[in-house]
């Protein structure tokens, strides 16, 4: 710190953290990664779609981050999300792959467009990449062979779960991992979109 001047900026990222019993099982497919291919990297974060990318924001004005994206997540209303089977980014990514619909894609354009108006925020996607919704099971940390090894096993597995979402988070880095910090419900009461 230079003078007592120098304000701490920390990182956050907006998600949905899908309820139990899907939050569960990822996490232990992300356990299973760990044990058996050696990809530990996505137990930093709790099992998540990622909506928005993380960025850096002034710790001192965490409220103004908090309010803004509740009043944000107030403009919509809970909606469903299809996983269906596994899918892979090669050569180090396999996930659970998320069926898109209109009530996702509204939600991360809107919520893209939010961040660079309200937060001048505009790092929404992935090195320029289109949205592609998932949820991480192995990455950076899987090695090639692995994920070929990995990829010969998921890519046979069945899985087919739907959840509601009902609120979207934002995750705070704790300078070690990325935790929940705060959840912004989506209201269910008629008027809210």
Known sequence: MRDGVEKKLIQY?????????????????????????????????????TLHMPFRWKEEKELTLVKKLEDFAGGFRPFRIQLDKYAAFPPRVIFMNVVRSPELDKLYLELKRFCKRELNLFNADY???????????AFRDLKKPNFERAWEEFSQREYNRSFTVGRVTLLKHTGKIWEAF????????PGAD
């Open 127 to 137: 090195k320029e990449q289109p949205f592609h919704p998932h949820l991480t099971l």
């Open 13 to 49: 990222f907006v998600a949905i953290v899908p309820p139990s019993p899907v939050y569960e099982e990822a996490l232990i497919q992300k356990e299973y990664f760990r044990d058996h291919y050696q990809s530990k990297a996505s137990l930093n974060s709790p099992p998540h779609i």
């Open 182 to 189: 705060k959840d912004f419900e989506l209201p269910t009461v």
